[in-house]
């Protein structure tokens, strides 16, 4: 990750989510380019790629998730890592998940935001149910019941992989991050070109659970400053 952005991530955040608060029109332009005017539908809902991607994928991160969480339970009762996990990083793997896509994004945020879908707004809709209206990411809504728009579970569960990225070896830990975000960016563009979500619903996923993940790991394991210190002792130095 540039370390700008590493050194300043929520000005970073800020600068990338206020053009879609600000410009509501970004999130219908970014959908509609992935809208079939002629069949009014988005013919990625049903394409092979995107299907695995909304209805299997997922089912691949809880497994790994699972498995991180046996090994520092495995770890906690050796009292050494097992596999390279230790019990702090499985917490951190676990807990990032229930609190993130789990806790702040699927059941506070989409089950109560009410912002509609973009394949049930008006401009998208092909006439399966009733029309909804769009709405500002940040306006809460009444077009919507409940597992609504905003933000995206899956685009959420993709950025969540950045808890996985942390516990990589450091030697790759930066490469693991860049791709652990990458990956969470092709799980919202998915779900934006099958009209499930917004663009926004996708970049707020993003921050809420990149910008958690970092919190708990901070938290959980904490820098390793002895060694710091150990590395920076010169010895006493010579009387003049």
Known sequence: MPAAIVRNPWTWAILALAPL?????????????????????????????????????????????GLVALA?????????????ISPRMALLVVASLALGPGLV?????????GRARP?????????????RQFSRPLVLSDQCDDNCSF?????????WTVALALIAPARRRRAAMAAAIGFGMAMGVVRIAQGGH????????GVIVVGLTMGLYRLILPPD???AQKNSYQGPRDAP
């Open 21 to 65: 608060v600000l410009f509501p029109g970004i999130d219908m332009a970014a959908s509609a380019l992935f809208f079939d005017a002629a069949s009014r539908s988005f013919p990625f809902r049903i394409h092979p790629v995107g299907e695995f991607a909304r209805k299997i994928l997922p089912g691949f991160l809880f497994a790994a998730a």
């Open 72 to 84: 520092g339970a495995a770890a906690f009762f050796r009292k050494r890592p097992v596999a390279g």
């Open 105 to 113: 994004v699927n059941l506070i945020l989409k089950d109560n935001w």
């Open 119 to 131: 394949s049930t707004i008006a401009a998208f809709n092909a006439g399966h149910q009733p029309d």
């Open 151 to 159: 933000p995206s579970g899956h685009a959420a569960l993709g950025f």
């Open 198 to 205: 917004f663009l926004s619903d996708v970049a707020f996923s």
């Open 225 to 227: 400053r002895s060694a």
